[in-house]
């Protein structure tokens, strides 16, 4: 597996959750990192990305102030914290790869976050 993405569950409405995602694709230091959701019966959605020395994030709208976006290049991971989660953050959420000029290549497997009101 490329992309090995973990951490979702099921958590109560102002609850938090941290996903994780475990790189062993390349070499992680040199491509930026993104996560992506997708809830029941809708689009998928850009959630965050990180530059590849991660000093660069972007969020949606919807989640600024309540994500924080981080990558370990020692660690080949990056990680999704998410507080004061919603109902509407419900949604399976994947972890892709950044190859550059947010041209995402490689998709991983996607993790499961319910949010219960």
């Known amino acids: 597996v490329q992309l090995q993405a973990s951490g979702g569950g099921l958590v109560q409405a102002g609850g938090s959750l941290t996903l994780s995602c475990a790189a062993s694709?390349?070499?992680?230091?040199?491509?930026?990192m993104a996560w992506f959701r997708q809830a029941p019966g809708k689009e998928r959605q850009f959630v965050a990305d990180i530059s590849p020395g991660g000093t660069t994030t972007r969020y949606t709208d919807s989640v600024k102030g309540r994500f924080t976006i981080s990558k370990d290049n020692a660690k080949k991971a990056v990680s999704l914290q998410m507080n004061n989660l919603k109902p509407e953050d419900t949604a399976l959420y994947y972890c892709?790869?950044?190859?550059?000029?947010?041209?995402?290549?490689?998709w991983g497997q996607g993790t499961l976050v319910t949010v219960s009101s």
């Open positions: 694709v390349g070499t992680f230091s040199t491509y930026g």
């Open positions: 892709v790869k950044d190859r550059g000029w947010h041209t995402y290549d490689l």
